[in-house]
Protein backbone atom coordinates (compact mmCIF):
# COMPACT_ATOMS: atom_id res chain seq x y z
CA UNK A 1 0.00 0.00 0.00
CA UNK A 2 1.00 3.86 -0.63
CA UNK A 3 2.96 5.11 2.60
CA UNK A 4 1.96 8.68 1.63
CA UNK A 5 0.95 10.44 4.86
CA UNK A 6 -1.45 12.92 4.87
CA UNK A 7 -2.32 14.12 8.67
CA UNK A 8 -0.32 15.76 10.90
CA UNK A 9 -2.64 17.25 13.22
CA UNK A 10 -0.24 19.06 15.71
CA UNK A 11 1.27 21.35 13.32
CA UNK A 12 -1.94 21.91 11.81
CA UNK A 13 -3.62 22.65 15.08
CA UNK A 14 -0.25 25.22 16.29
CA UNK A 15 -0.19 27.00 12.47
CA UNK A 16 -3.66 27.79 12.85
CA UNK A 17 -4.50 29.14 16.48
CA UNK A 18 -0.60 29.03 18.34
CA UNK A 19 1.05 27.52 20.83
CA UNK A 20 -1.82 28.17 24.17
CA UNK A 21 -4.28 26.94 22.29
CA UNK A 22 -4.27 23.84 19.62
CA UNK A 23 -5.91 23.73 16.99
CA UNK A 24 -0.13 17.86 -6.99
CA UNK A 25 -4.53 16.32 -10.96
CA UNK A 26 -6.52 13.96 -11.62
CA UNK A 27 -9.64 13.62 -12.86
CA UNK A 28 -12.30 11.05 -12.24
CA UNK A 29 -15.16 9.26 -13.48
CA UNK A 30 -18.13 8.22 -11.57
CA UNK A 31 -20.74 5.25 -12.47
CA UNK A 32 -24.30 5.88 -12.76
CA UNK A 33 -27.23 3.97 -11.18
CA UNK A 34 -28.11 2.20 -14.58
CA UNK A 35 -25.37 0.06 -13.77
CA UNK A 36 -26.11 -1.03 -10.23
CA UNK A 37 -27.50 -4.35 -10.02
CA UNK A 38 -30.24 -4.23 -7.78
CA UNK A 39 -31.26 -7.94 -7.23
CA UNK A 40 -28.54 -7.84 -5.17
CA UNK A 41 -29.87 -6.22 -1.77
CA UNK A 42 -26.76 -7.23 0.48
CA UNK A 43 -24.57 -4.95 -1.70
CA UNK A 44 -26.60 -1.69 -1.91
CA UNK A 45 -27.02 1.19 0.35
CA UNK A 46 -30.19 2.93 -1.02
CA UNK A 47 -30.10 6.24 -1.02
CA UNK A 48 -32.22 7.64 1.37
CA UNK A 49 -30.06 6.00 4.22
CA UNK A 50 -27.11 7.53 3.45
CA UNK A 51 -25.35 10.84 5.04
CA UNK A 52 -27.08 13.91 5.80
CA UNK A 53 -27.52 16.25 1.92
CA UNK A 54 -25.56 18.92 3.55
CA UNK A 55 -22.32 16.48 3.52
CA UNK A 56 -22.49 16.95 -0.27
CA UNK A 57 -23.60 19.94 -2.34
CA UNK A 58 -23.74 20.02 -5.88
CA UNK A 59 -24.09 22.55 -8.65
CA UNK A 60 -27.32 22.91 -10.01
CA UNK A 61 -26.94 22.02 -13.94
CA UNK A 62 -28.80 19.77 -16.82
CA UNK A 63 -27.24 16.31 -17.38
CA UNK A 64 -26.11 16.13 -20.64
CA UNK A 65 -26.74 12.62 -22.40
CA UNK A 66 -23.85 10.09 -22.79
CA UNK A 67 -21.52 11.13 -24.97
CA UNK A 68 -18.29 9.46 -23.89
CA UNK A 69 -19.78 5.90 -24.37
CA UNK A 70 -17.03 3.66 -25.82
CA UNK A 71 -14.06 5.96 -24.73
CA UNK A 72 -12.62 4.15 -21.98
CA UNK A 73 -9.37 2.37 -22.40
CA UNK A 74 -8.13 0.16 -20.26
CA UNK A 75 -4.45 0.90 -18.64
CA UNK A 76 -1.84 -1.06 -16.97
CA UNK A 77 -2.89 -4.61 -15.64
CA UNK A 78 -3.78 -6.17 -12.49
CA UNK A 79 -2.31 -5.98 -9.12
CA UNK A 80 -0.21 -3.02 -10.39
CA UNK A 81 -1.42 1.07 -9.36
CA UNK A 82 -0.13 3.21 -12.57
CA UNK A 83 0.46 6.78 -10.65
CA UNK A 84 1.15 8.31 -14.29
CA UNK A 85 2.86 7.98 -17.64
CA UNK A 86 6.77 8.51 -17.85
CA UNK A 87 8.61 9.10 -21.55
CA UNK A 88 6.65 5.60 -23.16
CA UNK A 89 5.95 3.85 -19.55
CA UNK A 90 3.31 3.58 -16.94
CA UNK A 91 5.44 4.32 -13.41
CA UNK A 92 3.65 2.94 -10.80
CA UNK A 93 3.58 0.39 -7.81
CA UNK A 94 2.90 -3.80 -7.90
CA UNK A 95 -0.02 -4.17 -5.07
CA UNK A 96 0.71 -6.66 -2.60
CA UNK A 97 -1.32 -8.14 0.68
CA UNK A 98 0.10 -7.16 3.80
CA UNK A 99 3.83 -6.00 1.74
CA UNK A 100 6.05 -3.77 3.65
CA UNK A 101 7.09 -1.90 0.63
CA UNK A 102 5.60 -0.67 -2.50
CA UNK A 103 7.78 -2.26 -5.68
CA UNK A 104 7.41 0.76 -8.27
CA UNK A 105 8.50 -0.20 -11.17
CA UNK A 106 8.41 1.23 -14.92
CA UNK A 107 5.32 -1.10 -17.62
CA UNK A 108 5.61 -0.10 -20.86
CA UNK A 109 2.55 1.02 -22.49
CA UNK A 110 3.00 -1.20 -25.85
CA UNK A 111 3.84 -4.57 -24.54
CA UNK A 112 3.33 -4.40 -20.36
CA UNK A 113 7.75 -5.28 -20.52
CA UNK A 114 8.53 -4.32 -16.81
CA UNK A 115 11.58 -2.59 -15.80
CA UNK A 116 12.89 -2.58 -12.66
CA UNK A 117 13.95 0.97 -10.61
CA UNK A 118 17.67 1.36 -10.24
CA UNK A 119 18.63 2.96 -6.61
CA UNK A 120 22.14 4.52 -5.50
CA UNK A 121 23.93 2.73 -3.30
CA UNK A 122 22.78 2.83 0.26
CA UNK A 123 19.07 4.28 -0.24
CA UNK A 124 17.06 2.87 2.40
CA UNK A 125 13.59 2.27 1.54
CA UNK A 126 11.55 6.03 1.72
CA UNK A 127 9.15 5.74 4.67
CA UNK A 128 6.23 8.53 4.74
CA UNK A 129 6.15 11.48 1.76
CA UNK A 130 3.70 14.02 1.23
CA UNK A 131 2.06 12.69 -2.08
CA UNK A 132 3.50 15.50 -3.92
CA UNK A 133 5.07 14.59 -7.12
CA UNK A 134 5.81 16.76 -10.36
CA UNK A 135 6.45 15.53 -14.08
CA UNK A 136 9.54 17.38 -16.06
CA UNK A 137 9.68 17.19 -19.90
CA UNK A 138 7.10 14.22 -19.61
CA UNK A 139 9.90 11.78 -18.88
CA UNK A 140 11.24 12.63 -14.81
CA UNK A 141 9.39 12.61 -11.95
CA UNK A 142 10.39 14.57 -8.93
CA UNK A 143 9.17 14.12 -5.35
CA UNK A 144 10.35 14.77 -1.64
CA UNK A 145 10.35 11.69 0.88
CA UNK A 146 11.48 11.15 4.09
CA UNK A 147 13.98 7.95 4.96
CA UNK A 148 13.85 8.30 8.60
CA UNK A 149 10.96 6.20 10.66
CA UNK A 150 11.07 8.44 13.57
CA UNK A 151 11.65 11.70 13.97
CA UNK A 152 15.36 13.06 16.10
CA UNK A 153 15.02 16.03 17.99
CA UNK A 154 18.34 16.58 17.23
CA UNK A 155 18.34 16.38 13.31
CA UNK A 156 14.86 15.84 12.63
CA UNK A 157 13.52 14.16 9.48
CA UNK A 158 16.16 12.78 6.84
CA UNK A 159 14.22 14.20 3.42
CA UNK A 160 15.80 13.37 0.21
CA UNK A 161 14.40 14.82 -3.28
CA UNK A 162 14.45 12.08 -5.96
CA UNK A 163 14.00 11.92 -9.95
CA UNK A 164 13.26 8.64 -11.80
CA UNK A 165 14.30 8.48 -15.48
CA UNK A 166 11.16 7.15 -16.78
CA UNK A 167 12.91 5.51 -20.06
CA UNK A 168 15.99 4.35 -17.83
CA UNK A 169 14.09 3.45 -14.30
CA UNK A 170 17.81 5.27 -12.86
CA UNK A 171 16.43 6.88 -9.92
CA UNK A 172 19.19 9.78 -8.75
CA UNK A 173 19.22 11.54 -5.13
CA UNK A 174 18.98 15.68 -6.66
CA UNK A 175 19.28 17.25 -3.24
CA UNK A 176 18.43 16.52 0.29
CA UNK A 177 18.08 18.24 4.06
CA UNK A 178 17.20 17.72 7.51
CA UNK A 179 13.15 19.42 8.82
CA UNK A 180 11.42 19.25 11.59
CA UNK A 181 8.37 18.57 9.51
CA UNK A 182 8.38 15.64 6.85
CA UNK A 183 5.95 16.92 3.92
CA UNK A 184 7.29 18.61 1.25
CA UNK A 185 5.93 19.78 -1.85
CA UNK A 186 6.29 20.51 -5.40
CA UNK A 187 4.47 22.89 -8.30
CA UNK A 188 5.62 22.34 -11.73
CA UNK A 189 6.42 26.09 -13.16
CA UNK A 190 7.26 25.31 -16.87
CA UNK A 191 9.02 22.23 -17.95
CA UNK A 192 12.71 23.44 -16.64
CA UNK A 193 11.82 24.87 -13.22
CA UNK A 194 9.62 24.06 -10.59
CA UNK A 195 8.36 25.17 -6.84
CA UNK A 196 9.90 23.06 -3.81
CA UNK A 197 8.49 24.57 -0.37
CA UNK A 198 7.63 23.25 3.03
CA UNK A 199 6.20 25.07 5.96
CA UNK A 200 7.88 24.13 9.94
CA UNK A 201 9.08 25.32 12.62
CA UNK A 202 10.26 28.45 13.19
CA UNK A 203 12.47 29.81 16.03
CA UNK A 204 10.58 32.87 18.12
CA UNK A 205 11.58 34.59 20.79
CA UNK A 206 7.32 36.08 21.77
CA UNK A 207 5.71 32.61 21.37
CA UNK A 208 6.26 29.28 21.80
CA UNK A 209 5.86 27.93 18.22
CA UNK A 210 6.16 30.07 15.28
CA UNK A 211 5.94 28.67 11.96
CA UNK A 212 8.12 29.28 8.46
CA UNK A 213 7.24 28.78 4.87
CA UNK A 214 10.30 28.58 2.69
CA UNK A 215 10.02 27.85 -1.11
CA UNK A 216 13.39 27.01 -3.23
CA UNK A 217 13.11 27.28 -7.13
CA UNK A 218 14.98 24.51 -8.70
CA UNK A 219 16.16 24.05 -12.35
CA UNK A 220 16.36 20.92 -13.52
CA UNK A 221 20.01 22.10 -14.34
CA UNK A 222 20.62 21.21 -10.84
CA UNK A 223 20.68 25.08 -9.55
CA UNK A 224 18.07 26.39 -7.16
CA UNK A 225 17.62 29.67 -5.15
CA UNK A 226 15.54 30.03 -2.49
CA UNK A 227 12.80 33.10 -3.50
CA UNK A 228 10.58 33.04 -0.47
CA UNK A 229 10.42 32.80 2.98
CA UNK A 230 7.62 34.36 4.95
CA UNK A 231 7.32 33.47 9.17
CA UNK A 232 4.21 33.57 10.88
CA UNK A 233 3.84 33.97 14.66
CA UNK A 234 0.72 33.90 16.70
CA UNK A 235 -0.82 32.81 20.17
CA UNK A 236 -4.10 32.59 21.33
CA UNK A 237 -3.97 35.68 23.55
CA UNK A 238 -3.47 37.67 20.64
CA UNK A 239 -6.50 39.72 18.95
CA UNK A 240 -3.53 40.05 15.90
CA UNK A 241 -0.98 37.85 14.14
CA UNK A 242 2.13 38.58 13.08
CA UNK A 243 4.04 37.82 9.55
CA UNK A 244 2.30 35.96 6.87
CA UNK A 245 1.40 32.06 7.07
CA UNK A 246 1.18 30.35 3.60
CA UNK A 247 -0.41 27.36 3.83
CA UNK A 248 -0.43 26.69 0.09
CA UNK A 249 1.33 27.41 -2.82
CA UNK A 250 -0.09 26.95 -6.50
CA UNK A 251 0.59 27.78 -9.90
CA UNK A 252 -1.44 29.70 -12.24
CA UNK A 253 -0.47 30.37 -15.99
CA UNK A 254 3.53 30.20 -15.17
CA UNK A 255 2.69 32.95 -11.74
CA UNK A 256 3.33 32.03 -8.36
CA UNK A 257 0.43 32.44 -5.93
CA UNK A 258 0.17 31.63 -2.36
CA UNK A 259 -2.82 31.15 0.06
CA UNK A 260 -2.73 31.64 3.08
CA UNK A 261 -4.49 33.38 6.61
CA UNK A 262 -4.10 35.92 9.44
CA UNK A 263 -5.25 36.61 12.54
CA UNK A 264 -7.11 40.29 12.35
CA UNK A 265 -8.86 41.55 15.29
CA UNK A 266 -9.51 38.39 16.84
CA UNK A 267 -10.65 36.25 13.17
CA UNK A 268 -8.98 34.93 10.69
CA UNK A 269 -9.35 36.50 7.34
CA UNK A 270 -7.71 34.40 4.32
CA UNK A 271 -5.42 36.18 1.65
CA UNK A 272 -3.73 35.42 -1.78
CA UNK A 273 -0.36 36.43 -2.24
CA UNK A 274 1.19 36.82 -5.73
CA UNK A 275 4.97 36.33 -6.01
CA UNK A 276 7.15 37.19 -9.07
CA UNK A 277 9.23 34.21 -10.06
CA UNK A 278 12.06 36.00 -7.70
CA UNK A 279 9.86 35.98 -4.96
CA UNK A 280 9.20 39.35 -4.49
CA UNK A 281 5.54 39.98 -3.59
CA UNK A 282 3.47 42.00 -6.43
CA UNK A 283 -0.04 41.71 -4.32
CA UNK A 284 -2.14 40.64 -2.11
CA UNK A 285 -5.73 39.85 -2.03
CA UNK A 286 -8.33 38.98 0.71
CA UNK A 287 -10.62 36.09 -0.04
CA UNK A 288 -13.75 36.74 1.59
CA UNK A 289 -16.04 33.91 2.38
CA UNK A 290 -12.89 31.62 2.75
CA UNK A 291 -12.54 31.59 5.83
CA UNK A 292 -16.59 30.30 6.06
CA UNK A 293 -16.02 27.41 3.61
CA UNK A 294 -12.66 25.69 4.66
CA UNK A 295 -13.47 26.47 8.51
CA UNK A 296 -10.52 25.73 11.21
CA UNK A 297 -8.83 22.65 8.77
CA UNK A 298 -5.95 23.13 6.59
CA UNK A 299 -5.54 22.00 2.70
CA UNK A 300 -3.65 19.73 1.67
CA UNK A 301 -4.13 19.89 -2.07
CA UNK A 302 -4.93 23.15 -3.96
CA UNK A 303 -5.27 24.29 -7.20
CA UNK A 304 -5.80 27.60 -8.76
CA UNK A 305 -7.64 27.57 -12.40
CA UNK A 306 -9.37 30.20 -13.65
CA UNK A 307 -11.10 32.32 -11.20
CA UNK A 308 -11.82 28.95 -9.26
CA UNK A 309 -9.83 27.38 -5.92
CA UNK A 310 -10.20 24.00 -5.73
CA UNK A 311 -8.72 21.95 -2.96
CA UNK A 312 -8.83 18.82 -0.36
CA UNK A 313 -8.10 19.22 3.60
CA UNK A 314 -5.69 17.36 5.68
CA UNK A 315 -8.04 16.55 8.69
CA UNK A 316 -11.60 14.92 6.81
CA UNK A 317 -10.18 14.62 3.29
CA UNK A 318 -13.08 17.11 2.20
CA UNK A 319 -13.35 18.36 -1.47
CA UNK A 320 -14.34 22.15 -2.03
CA UNK A 321 -14.61 24.18 -5.43
CA UNK A 322 -14.94 27.52 -5.10
CA UNK A 323 -15.24 30.48 -7.28
CA UNK A 324 -13.93 34.04 -7.20
CA UNK A 325 -16.80 36.07 -7.83
CA UNK A 326 -16.58 39.38 -9.89
CA UNK A 327 -16.68 41.31 -6.17
CA UNK A 328 -14.21 39.57 -5.10
CA UNK A 329 -15.91 37.18 -2.62
CA UNK A 330 -15.46 33.21 -2.31
CA UNK A 331 -18.78 31.12 -3.20
CA UNK A 332 -18.82 27.30 -2.50
CA UNK A 333 -19.59 25.51 -6.10
CA UNK A 334 -19.55 22.11 -4.40
CA UNK A 335 -18.30 20.07 -1.44
CA UNK A 336 -18.21 16.31 -0.39
CA UNK A 337 -17.47 16.03 2.87
CA UNK A 338 -15.28 12.95 3.91
CA UNK A 339 -14.12 11.97 0.77
CA UNK A 340 -17.53 11.95 -0.71
CA UNK A 341 -16.37 13.78 -3.75
CA UNK A 342 -12.88 13.72 -6.02
CA UNK A 343 -11.93 16.11 -8.61
CA UNK A 344 -9.43 15.99 -11.27
CA UNK A 345 -8.03 19.25 -13.41
CA UNK A 346 -6.50 19.55 -16.45
CA UNK A 347 -5.18 22.87 -18.29
CA UNK A 348 -8.64 24.66 -18.10
CA UNK A 349 -11.30 22.32 -16.83
CA UNK A 350 -11.91 20.73 -13.50
CA UNK A 351 -13.99 17.45 -13.38
CA UNK A 352 -15.81 16.05 -9.90
CA UNK A 353 -18.07 13.56 -9.07
CA UNK A 354 -19.74 12.00 -6.25
CA UNK A 355 -18.34 8.70 -4.89
CA UNK A 356 -20.80 5.73 -5.06
CA UNK A 357 -20.01 4.21 -1.94
CA UNK A 358 -21.69 5.37 1.22
CA UNK A 359 -18.60 6.31 3.45
CA UNK A 360 -20.29 4.39 6.64
CA UNK A 361 -21.45 1.13 5.54
CA UNK A 362 -18.92 0.63 2.31
CA UNK A 363 -21.79 -0.50 0.36
CA UNK A 364 -22.53 0.97 -3.24
CA UNK A 365 -25.47 3.64 -3.16
CA UNK A 366 -28.18 2.99 -5.47
CA UNK A 367 -27.77 6.48 -7.65
CA UNK A 368 -27.30 8.74 -10.49
CA UNK A 369 -23.62 10.01 -9.86
CA UNK A 370 -22.74 12.28 -13.01
CA UNK A 371 -19.30 13.64 -14.21
CA UNK A 372 -19.56 17.51 -13.62
CA UNK A 373 -16.98 19.54 -15.72
CA UNK A 374 -16.15 23.36 -15.37
CA UNK A 375 -15.00 24.97 -18.28
CA UNK A 376 -13.01 27.76 -16.33
CA UNK A 377 -13.31 29.87 -18.92
CA UNK A 378 -16.92 30.44 -20.32
CA UNK A 379 -17.65 29.41 -16.57
CA UNK A 380 -20.28 26.92 -17.20
CA UNK A 381 -21.07 23.82 -15.71
CA UNK A 382 -22.11 21.06 -16.89
CA UNK A 383 -22.84 17.06 -16.59
CA UNK A 384 -22.81 14.11 -18.05
CA UNK A 385 -23.65 10.48 -16.90
CA UNK A 386 -21.12 8.14 -17.88
CA UNK A 387 -22.40 4.38 -18.72
CA UNK A 388 -20.13 1.79 -18.16
CA UNK A 389 -20.85 -1.68 -18.47
CA UNK A 390 -19.95 -3.49 -15.15
CA UNK A 391 -21.59 -5.51 -12.35
CA UNK A 392 -21.39 -3.19 -9.37
CA UNK A 393 -18.91 -1.36 -9.99
CA UNK A 394 -16.87 0.26 -6.71
CA UNK A 395 -16.09 3.41 -7.57
CA UNK A 396 -12.21 4.03 -5.65
CA UNK A 397 -10.65 7.35 -7.74
CA UNK A 398 -10.70 9.91 -10.09
CA UNK A 399 -7.09 11.51 -11.45
CA UNK A 400 -5.13 13.07 -14.15
CA UNK A 401 -2.41 12.14 -15.96
CA UNK A 402 0.49 14.55 -16.81
CA UNK A 403 -0.12 13.91 -20.50
CA UNK A 404 -4.05 14.81 -19.81
CA UNK A 405 -5.56 11.63 -19.91
CA UNK A 406 -8.71 11.19 -17.32
CA UNK A 407 -8.55 7.87 -15.05
CA UNK A 408 -10.89 6.28 -13.30
CA UNK A 409 -10.28 3.45 -10.60
CA UNK A 410 -12.80 1.27 -9.54
CA UNK A 411 -13.20 -2.79 -8.68
CA UNK A 412 -16.47 -4.53 -9.62
CA UNK A 413 -19.02 -6.99 -7.90
CA UNK A 414 -19.38 -4.17 -4.94
CA UNK A 415 -16.39 -4.64 -3.11
CA UNK A 416 -12.68 -3.03 -2.31
CA UNK A 417 -10.08 -4.98 -3.06
CA UNK A 418 -6.74 -3.46 -3.56
CA UNK A 419 -5.07 -6.38 -5.93
CA UNK A 420 -8.38 -6.55 -7.96
CA UNK A 421 -8.39 -2.43 -8.86
CA UNK A 422 -8.63 -1.55 -12.05
CA UNK A 423 -8.02 1.61 -14.15
CA UNK A 424 -9.02 3.03 -17.51
CA UNK A 425 -8.80 5.97 -19.20
CA UNK A 426 -11.18 8.14 -20.69
CA UNK A 427 -9.45 9.07 -24.04
Known amino acids: MKKFLFFFLIMVIVFLYGCSSFLTKTEIVTLTADLIDTTDPDMLQRTEKSEESTSVVLPQTNTKPDNMNGTLKKI ?8 DTLD ?13 NDEFILLS ?12 DNLSSWVV ?20 SQFDTSTGYDLKLTRTDGKTGQVEVIDEMWQNYPFVYLCKVDDTRFLSYIVTKAP ?5 YATQTVAVLYNIDGTKKEIISEKYENDASWKNSKGILIERFAIKDGEI ?9 GKYHFFKYHYDIN ?15 IGNEQANDLFLVGNYIV ?24 KGLDGRIQYAITDKNIYFIENNVDINSDKVINKKCPLYVIDTESETVSAINLHITLKLPYFVSLKSFSNGNLVVSYCENGKYDPEQVKQFAIL
Open 129 to 148: GSGSYIIMQGRYLYEWRSYT
Open 311 to 334: FRTYESQSTYVCKITPNKEVELIA
Open 279 to 293: GAIKDSKDLPGFEKI
Open 109 to 120: IANDEETALTYP
Open 76 to 83: GKDAFTVV
Open 204 to 208: SNRVE
Open 257 to 265: FGIGRRMID
Open 88 to 100: SNYYGYKVKYNAQ
